[in-house]
């Protein structure tokens, strides 16, 4: 039962704390966001005489009554390179109507008002730094706002007050509760993901407070426009009419901070600056989830080296108790997964580009991609002192070697267990299946929540296939790059249909196909992996005909071959039942089939990215078919575009589905989208691959989803190249897969890392952990290995 405003005057502020910890806890669980952001204070003159105001200046104080658009983009610039999501333009209200000076620099340079430049300039941002614009230009109208909407993910205004006589507003005609209210109505209207809030200790009573937030409340209900509303305090400074005043006691403001948690819903998130308050613990507990913005260029503080004191300090502060610590866009995730509703057509590319699979912030300052050749952030660091020699594990096995670390690490992330990720792992140890809510919040971890969900891997990892880490020597042959399929994301792809990106079309010759099986075998290879483009001259037979080419150069070498799409495709085009048709590639020497081609199990994603490709129930169906008829394969998963963590908790259920049936899955691979060369990233329709957090989950995850069903998990060195290997084998990644002569795939879509891994390379990722490194067959034996 929601407390009546009498209770809410009267009630003891523990009461209230507990009360508002309980509602945030059931919306928001353990995640406290925060923006990283820049600050661009595009005009310090305002026409508004606020008493509190230390932001205002008269123009005898600037050097300029406008940031110039040199200044704006230096700035921006700045922001961008540190990792900044967000420009925030901060700027008085209309000061063109009360300063000449303001009105002749705006018309020298062709614009009539403030709201004019304003616009001109989060173009310019946008345009030349990506970073995403924060208009909190004051009261504006409709016809404003929506010019401002055009630009910017995201507006904002503080209500402050709708107590009409406070003397701190006197001489403010913005800071009437009309003109805000009139604001905040408009911005509902125009579905603009706002941001407003109130300030506390400005003379206005705890009743009005409440009035204030009623209203926040109610504009929401009719839009649902409301994306966080800031609680702020009020601080007496010099050289303002208040200086005398005094400050917003603590206790008032917690008061607010808790009350407006619990009248506001909670899809509104609650926001504390942390720069007013000196005990950011109490503000978590009176039911803040965002911390607001945090800057790494600041007027006294640009230090290129160590630019985000502030963030280091919040997280200390949120992990203190028991929260883990997000970055977000400037734009809330509910908002951003309705991009047609409330981003205008232009900023949605833009919005895009920053986020991650959640609607979150990409990590501030990670530049690693995959593909890329840069190391990952280090989430999970191999322990500083191995002591296993190269080439050989000591005789100690590493499970015992590392239990101090791992013990340590425990102590560190006990309060884990305060959430819903530290429950789902509690059950997991205890035997329990995740099904699709519990994969998506194990998807969500953050901050310690991530090494928690990597440590449960592991173990598990380590009972179900041991500390070995093992490859195979393979060649990939991608017989063909024509393709008469339009997958959006493949950069591989060549032909009348494709996008023509990169590289010209090709078939190799069976002769060139059998050559490069012989000198794969000279070589020590003891498989060949062979996938390509739908020709459009293929039939079935085609197939069939290269692996009899295959067995002709070799009768031992394992033939890994065809996805769900080329058999599907084969027997179609033969007329002949899939079963049939697979039986016939078996006889002709076909051992295994890859799991590519399945991207993500989910219709609604297979419609944005691969329409004419096999849907789920297809893809499925293939493998089912392989299972039935003796041949064994793998499950990938290709993820990172366009999609959310449900799509993939989604995928590992259904293929988990499968496996339960038929058994026949070897393994789990995950595929990073690798963006540089797609196509759907250079038509500006999808992410940039997912972000390292995210890779690292997604194999501790499938490891923890799938459990003992599926005993080996891969990580894909060519597409995270060997320091994120070596991380993500410590997060139930247990093989590192082939040395991949010839690797075009990934290299058509950008990749960086090399073509060809030697055993030595697999020792250098796998040594420093302590991990003995062994060769395997495609199926997972060790006898079959020539010498
Ligand atoms: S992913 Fe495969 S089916 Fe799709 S366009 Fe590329 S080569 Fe063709």
Known sequence: MNPSHDELLQAPLDDLFRAASARRDAATGTRITYSPKVFIPLTLLCRDKCGYCTFAQPPARVQAPYLSPEEVLSIARAGADAGCHEALFTLGERPEERYPVAREWLAERGYATTVDYLVAMCRLVIDETG????????????????????????????????????????????????????????????????????????GESRADRINALVAIAESHARHGHVQEVIVQNFLPKPGTSMHQAPP??????????????????????????????????????????????????????????????????????????????????????????????????????????????????????????????????????????????????????????????????????????????????????????????????????????????????????????????????NRNINYTNVCTFKCKFCAFSKGPLSLNLRGTPYLLEVDEITRRVAEAEELGATEVCLQGGIHPSFDGDYYIDVIKAVREASSTIHIHGFTALEVTEGAKRLNEPLDSYLRRLMAAGL?????????????EIRAILCPDKVNTEEWLDAHRTAHSVGLRSNITIMFGSVEQPVHWARHLIRTRDLQEETGGFTEFVPLPFVHMASPIYLQRKSRRGPTFRETLLMH????????????????????IGAAGARQILQSGANDLGGTLMDENISRAAGAAHGQLMDEAGFHEIADPLGRPVEQRTTLYGRAAIPA
């Open 591 to 603: 051992k295994t089939l890859p799991g590519t081609a399945a991207e993500i199990l989910d219709d």
């Open 248 to 473: 917003c006691p603590v206790d008032e403001y917690l008061w607010s901070v808790a009350v407006a948690r619990l009248l506001l819903p909670t899809d509104i998130h609650l926001q504390a600056p942390p720069n007013l308050s000196d005990d950011f613990g109490r503000l978590l507990d009176a039911g803040i989830d965002d911390w607001g913005g945090v800057s790494p260029v600041t007027p006294d503080h640009v230090n290129p080296e160590r630019p985000w004191p502030a963030i280091d300090r919040l997280r200390q502060a949120t992990e203190a108790r028991g929260f883990a610590l997000a970055p977000r866009l400037t734009i809330y995730p509910s908002f951003v997964h309705a991009p047609e509703r409330w981003l205008d057509a232009g900023m949605g590319f833009p919005v895009m580009d920053h986020s991650d699979a959640e609607g979150l912030a990409r990590e501030p300052g990670e530049v690693w991609y995959s593909g890329v050749e840069v190391d990952p952030p280090a989430i999970v660091p191999a322990p500083a002192h191995p002591q296993a020699g190269v080439g050989s594990a000591s005789e100690q096995p590493a499970a015992e070697r590392q239990a101090p670390r791992r013990r340590r690490l425990r102590a560190e992330r006990g309060h884990v267990n305060r959430g819903h990720v530290g429950e789902i792992l509690e059950g997991v140890m205890l035997g329990q299946k995740p099904g699709v809510d519990e994969i998506v919040t194990l998807f969500s971890a953050r901050g310690p929540e991530v090494a928690a969900v990597a440590e449960v891997a592991d173990q598990m990892r380590r009972d179900i296939a041991g500390d070995v880490v093992t490859f195979v020597r």
């Open 700 to 719: 501790a995850v499938g490891r923890i989803a799938y459990g003992p069903l599926v005993p080996n998990v891969q990580v894909s060195w060519v597409k």
């Open 131 to 202: 970073l995403l614009p924060h208009g909190n230009a004051g009261a504006l109208d409709a016809v404003e706002l929506a010019r401002v909407r055009a630009v910017t993910a995201s507006q904002g205004m503080m209500l402050e007050s709708l107590n009409p006589t406070l003397a701190a507003h006197l001489g403010s005609p913005d800071k009437t509760p009309e003109r805000r209210l009139a604001t905040l109505e408009a911005a509902g209207i125009l579905a603009i993901p706002f941001t407003t809030g109130i300030l506390c200790g400005i």
